[in-house]
């Protein structure tokens, strides 16, 4: 029935930092909320990259990941998560007296989502209920909605934290945006 959209938030970080363990970082908190992916979770929570481009030396990264978490049979949530990294280099580096891998460079992660009503089409299946959808999210649901975008909204700022946390204890240069939701009719 309707696609209620959330705050985009993006972060840049420009330093060193290792791009496996805030890869991981991020995957792991995603599944421990039940994340799923988008477009086949039947196949595996753990296929969410839709795109995953590697070019040049440095190297720059685009990746994107699709995600979904099922709420219930009407309320479901819709992450994206975007990586751009822009002239990534190896580097190592000793840390406690050993050699580490590491990376050095620009990485962009963005997340963005939305809170689905209907997401299964039931209530436009219908040839009674469809004339009542928008009503039913406007006026008898409406409380509950909000809860849901607030929850999904928690969830999304969660990870931003978690994000700034790990490239705050590294030292890297960061710059964090977060632009609200456009407005659907």
Known sequence: ?????????????KGDFSFQEIYELIRNYLLNQGFT???????GSDLWEIRYLEKGSPTNYIIEWRLQNV?????RYVLNVDFQGIAINPKEIMWEGKK???NSGELTIKLSGAVETDYNKEWE???LLKHFAKKYDERIMAKELAQQKDTLFAIMGELHGMIRLYFGQRGAEGVAMIEPARRVS
């Open 1 to 13: 029935m309707g696609t209620h959209d959330m705050p985009k938030i993006a972060d840049t970080y």
């Open 100 to 102: 580490v891998k590491i």
């Open 125 to 127: 299946k219908s040839w």
């Open 37 to 43: 992916a988008l477009n086949a979770p039947e196949f």
């Open 71 to 75: 709420i219930s049979n009407y309320y």
